[in-house]
């Protein structure tokens, strides 16, 4: 059998923790919506985020936008690897279920999921935490938006 139950340590850090959540979660709405002012502002912007569902209060774990990296030499891997080159770290989420290993043999082979499929191939987390401020924003968006322009294919 397995003991999962937590340790004093581990309790006392998420307590503490907890104290800071609304702190948390306010500091990630705010720069959200700095994402958002500015990849609308930019002319031309490849980058497209996620809209929220107004009237929803979102604890905002990340900040997730749509790029059509179909149309990037070398797709979303080589604009993942020319962000880190400028010390942007990406991260892609979430492959679709019946991608993963484990669940290959719950699914048929000919069973398609394109919605799941399409928005998996698009999207990109862009860099989300309570350190950053405004400028780091601007930095990311125009650093991405730069990257996408050398990448794109006509």
Not at 143 to 152: M, V, Y
Request: glycine fraction near 2%; aromatic fraction near 12%; charged fraction near 25%.
């Amino acid at each position: 059998s397995f003991n999962y139950r937590l340790t004093d340590f581990q309790s006392a850090l998420g307590m503490s923790q907890s104290l800071k959540l609304d702190n948390f979660v306010e500091k990630r709405n705010l720069l959200s919506k700095y994402y958002d002012e500015v990849i609308l502002s930019q002319k031309k912007s490849k980058i497209t985020p996620l809209k929220t569902q107004e009237g929803i209060d979102h604890a905002r774990h990340l900040y997730v936008v749509k790029i059509p990296t179909n149309k990037l030499n070398g797709g979303r891997a080589k604009l993942m690897d020319e962000l880190l080159k400028s010390k942007i770290q990406t991260q892609v989420h979430y492959i679709p279920i019946y991608f993963q290993p484990y669940y290959q043999d719950y699914f048929s082979n000919n069973q398609k999921f394109p919605v799941a499929e399409d928005y998996y191939n698009l999207c990109l987390s862009l860099p989300l935490h309570v350190q950053m401020n405004r400028e780091d924003v601007v930095r990311v968006v125009n650093k991405t938006q730069s990257i996408i322009e050398s990448l794109w294919i006509e």
